[in-house]
């Protein structure tokens, strides 16, 4: 696992000497993700500081053939940014310039190493909001959140990463670079590249820039934490929310024993005496006060069992908490298996009770938690007391999406976990058309080689 010393060389020359790491102690922390379960070794961690610097570090890894991972701010969940078969990691952490928003379009442009919480506090500075919401903030990045076409909070009222990028800058594998940074909302000059590329995980190039789309701050939010006595009654709710509620800003779901294992692992109160099997925090934002809104929709749910309303910051946190403790608590377990499906809103209850029993059918000693984003369909099964590599989990839980009609990603994107089921949901024709994009952009396959695209059959 060494680099040619030409190679060396070449990238001390793009980035300056202190800007290749290569001490293990020093490369550690970028060779394992953040679950812990995903772990591998580089020789070398090379941090560019701008899109030039990315091109010659591209240029200098293609022509030598080394593979390369792409990484921002390595919170994804399904290994794609961890060097698991030695390949040089490039971070992009040190592009995180963010310019001012233009107020005439509602845009900005981050550079990729910029951090979601930077481009949130740069849009609310201007009186803008950043769409894009999840409990990475501090530490995922543009980049990252593009590649993965990140979902997380909002995606019910503003859509995925996706909708947020009107623009990208990006390095080939070869070290050319296309930009479409005037931030035109309209261009109907053939392939859109720009969208191609959100969802790409790092295979077809290395975004350095995006142009991004800022929505109105909104001055008034509420949220409401709400228990059911089952998962059906939970998801019917959701629907009421969605169709009275105009205001809505969030709908996520999870259940008694996750809310049982949050509180013990983050020493937080109970929202309620007693214990129910479903909860929904709802979360209205408007220019002018919803709280009355909400409170009358959540009043007419006739089988809520116990309501809390927040309309403040602090205590609106606090309810979120229970939501957003989830993965920090599963992890506490030890490194868990984690699938981020959706399913047809007819399938998503009976999939939810049903779930643990098929992983426990063939790992009986795995624990299973589900939550997620339950406005868009999207559960996050996390199954945890199983090896790091046993595929039993994997094949049960994403076999009984597809038989479901559901997608085995929604939002995680497929990396290196999921990328042996792809043809669960993905037909041999799609999966061709993908090989020949992998290598119209990235002919000698060094971007990600191990990551979404699976070999030839
Ligand atoms: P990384 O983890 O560094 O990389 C992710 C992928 O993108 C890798 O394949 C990598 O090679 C590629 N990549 C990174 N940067 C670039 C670049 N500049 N150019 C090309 N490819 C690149 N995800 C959601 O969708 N919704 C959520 O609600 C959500 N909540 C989370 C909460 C927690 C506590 C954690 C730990 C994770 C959560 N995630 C969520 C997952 C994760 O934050 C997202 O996948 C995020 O988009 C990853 O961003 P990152 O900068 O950390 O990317
Ligand atoms: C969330 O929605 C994230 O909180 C992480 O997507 C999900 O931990 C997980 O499985
Ligand atoms: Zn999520």
Known sequence: MSLPAAVLDALRDAVGPAHVLTDPDATGGYAIDWTGR??????AVVRPADSDEVARVLAACNE?????????????????????????????????????????????????????????????????????????????????????????????????????????????????TIRRLEGLEKDNTGYDLVSLLCGSEGTLAVVTAARLRVVPRLACTVTALVAFDSVAEAVDAVGTCRRDLDSLHAVELFL???????????????????????????????????????????????????VAVAVDDARRRNLWRYREGHTEAINQLGAPHKFDVTLPADRLA????????????VVPEARVWVFGHAGDGNVHVNVTGVAPDDDAPAEAVLTAVARAGGSISAEHGIGVAKRRWLPLTRSATELELFRALKQAFDPRGILNPRVLVPPEP
């Open 38 to 43: 995903f772990r591998g070794r580089t020789p």
């Open 256 to 306: 008694g024993d996750g809310l049982q294992l949050v509180c013990e692992h983050l020493a937080l109160p109970r929202p309620f005496p007693d214990r129910h099997h479903a909860y929904l925090l709802v979360e209205c934002a408007a220019a002018t006060d919803p709280s009355e809104q909400l409170g009358d929709v959540v009043a007419s749910l006739a089988t809520a069992r116990a």
């Open 350 to 361: 009976p999939f939810v009770d049903s779930i643990g029993d098929v992983v426990r059918a």
């Open 64 to 176: 030598a053939r080394v593979p390369v991972v792409p990484q921002g701010g390595n919170t994804g969940l399904v290994g794609g940014s961890v060097p698991g078969a030695g390949e040089v990691v490039v971070s992009l952490r040190r592009l995180d310039r963010i310019e001012s928003v233009d107020p005439r379009a509602a845009q900005l442009t981050a550079g990729a190493g910029a951090t979601i919480a930077a481009v949130q506090r740069a849009a609310s500075g201007a009186g803008f909001r950043y769409a894009v919401d999840l409990g990475a903030r501090e530490v995922a990045t543009v980049g990252g959140t593009i590649a993965t076409n990140a979902g997380g909070l909002h995606v019910l009222r503003y859509g995925p990463t996706r909708r947020q990028v009107v623009g990208i800058e990006a390095v080939l594998a070869d070290g050319r």
